[in-house]
């Protein structure tokens, strides 16, 4: 089997309103799909992380200088490929959109490999859990939403089965957030845990004093405390306080999780397939966390494809805890599939026994949503 043609593709929807976390304001929901197609009829799909940067550049980079290291090879050798593309990626720093291209054209090259073997991927991955536990990611800020929008928005979360929900904070004074945060313990009750995202809001000492004033609402974890790059001061927020801190959504490859491990930097370790360096390396950030005794818990904030292959991520290894999943508007993750990942009545996702990632795209949602 030889690989003929590696395709990336833009989809972009706007928002009629823009929601807002700590940092960022996000006009419109993007994804970068990538199809790696073969001379034996097999295609497979996968996803690349835009985030830091218009979708065109990752684009640009996965037809124009990856495409011409794959083609012609056999899509199987899917470390070896790795390799390939990973020194090629020596003058980009080896972080940031180089790593998000090659994340989705090794997601692809796994869906192949798994529906060449006629396997759920998740079980070529090493078959660990049937189900995963899933979070409602959402509780972000937007024009006219105060706390009571805030408070009722999570409940609803609830009722649709969810067991543990998150929300954002960070953008607003210590003393207003903390009184979203109370609201929300109180319209979800005691029973449900509570996850915060920072966002990368706070300097180290000001996440300390935040996490002290939010402990009476049992959070289960305080998320990105500080910016990515304060490995120290993410480290002092882990020793000052009784919250676990989760952090990695922002970092790249198994050495920069290997920089957060040495350093107790955080509790649970966030790698996102479709930017850490994909499956392949998502794997041995895995197993380099169990090391720690570190929980993973998959980031995942963009279409369904990046749902489903970090969940079947979070299926294959043993110290996974939950699935993230956004609950924020997107046609990209509601609509992009012939069939959409939901959750069942008691908060969990039920893996499913199709090859491959199991999935297809609409057609038509693909059309109506092309931007390049």
Known sequence: MKITRVEAMVL???LEKPIMDATYTLPHRSAVLVRVDTDEGLSGLGEAAYFGGPPMITKIIIEKELQEYLIGEDPLNIERLWEKMYQRSIKH?????????????????????????GMPLYQLLGGC???????????????????K?????????????FTAVKMKIGRLGQSEDVARVRAVREAIGDNVDLLVDGNNAYTAYQAIK????MEEYNIFWFEEPVPAEDIEGSAAVAAAIDTPVAAGENEFTRYGFRDLFLSRAVDIAQPDV????GITEAKKIAAMASAWNIICV?????SAIALVANLHFSASIPNSLFQEFDR?????REDLLTEPVKINKDGYIDLWDKPGLGVELDQAVVKRYRAD
């Open 12 to 14: 972009t929807c706007p």
């Open 210 to 213: 935040i996490a002290r004033r």
């Open 93 to 117: 720093g080896r972080k940031g959109a180089i790593i998000a291209s090659m994340s989705g054209i090794d997601i692809a090259l796994w869906d192949i490999k798994a529906k060449a073997a």
């Open 149 to 161: 929008e805030l408070a009722e928005e999570m409940a609803s979360y609830v009722k649709e089965g």
């Open 129 to 147: 859990h049937e189900r995963i536990r899933a979070y409602a990611s959402a509780g972000f800020y937007a024009e006219g939403k105060g706390i």
């Open 328 to 332: 924020n508007y997107n046609p990209l």
């Open 298 to 302: 998959p980031h995942s904030f963009s």
């Open 274 to 277: 479709t930017w850490c360096g």
